[in-house]
């Protein structure tokens, strides 16, 4: 994996553009952004939680002991793996790749149980991927809510009026946390036919321009599943 990798994921929800944004990412020079992976990180905070509880709570070198071997254990080791593993199998860079990353829609509270825990997830994002770039996509709730597959869901509205808010949150809160130029946050009412909304975005996260290529994509019309 090279150490010049630079990483972007961007933090949506169903039926809100975000594949138009995926291309228009990936018409930029030197940028690589794979689709969805069923929220395949997940599993990864997790597992990386438990190592660093064990590591902070235990250091236990004896064989006789239950927590044997967690003295010797290294989160920070653990995280590099984590990382390498997901850049070399999931992400996959090519060699001319300079910025890689992915996009994810499940961030609903049927994912998360709270704000707080999405907040911390994409923290950990951030220590799996450093310095990591997050472009946040919303668009209006009940506007989603009428679109491709939310229908069958009576409860959308409500739903994705919740993950809009978080979503917004997260920008202000991310912000705060990491500092300017970490995260952007862009609507799709705001960028749906204005691809000068999308570049200015993407430039604000010191992605690479390329502002006709961004215009191609979001001013052609994509087609993609039973309800494009």
Do not use: C
Not at 39 to 55: D, F, K
Not at 79 to 103: C, Q, S, Y
Not at 124 to 132: A, H, M, N, T
């Amino acid at each position: 994996m090279s150490e010049d990798l630079r990483f972007v994921t961007v933090v949506t929800y169903g039926r809100t553009g975000s594949t138009v944004i995926q291309a228009a990412l990936n018409a930029l020079p030197g940028v690589v952004v794979r689709g969805e992976n069923y929220a395949a990180m997940r599993g990864l905070y997790a597992y990386s939680q438990s190592i660093e509880e064990t590591a902070d709570r235990h250091h236990a070198g004896k064989a006789t002991h239950p927590w044997f071997g967690s003295a010797r254990l290294s989160p920070s080791d653990v995280l590099a793996d984590l990382r390498r593993h997901v850049v070399d199998t999931v992400l996959r860079p090519r060699a001319d790749t300079r910025w890689i990353g992915f996009k994810e829609v499940r961030y609903e509270p049927g994912h998360f149980e709270s704000y707080d825990l999405l907040l911390d997830y994409l923290l950990f994002l951030g220590k799996l991927f450093p310095g990591l770039r997050y472009l946040i996509n919303v668009r209006d709730p009940a506007t989603a809510a009428r679109s491709g597959w939310w229908p069958g869901n009576a409860n959308a509205a409500e739903v994705l009026a919740t993950t809009r808010e978080w979503l917004t949150d997260a920008m202000a809160d991310l912000t705060g946390i990491l500092g300017d130029g970490r995260a952007a946050l862009v609507d799709y009412d705001g960028w749906n036919g204005r691809p000068d909304v999308l570049s200015a975005a993407f430039g604000s996260l010191g992605l690479p321009a390329d502002d006709a290529a961004v215009r191609e994509v979001v001013l052609a019309r994509l087609e993609h599943g039973p309800h494009s």
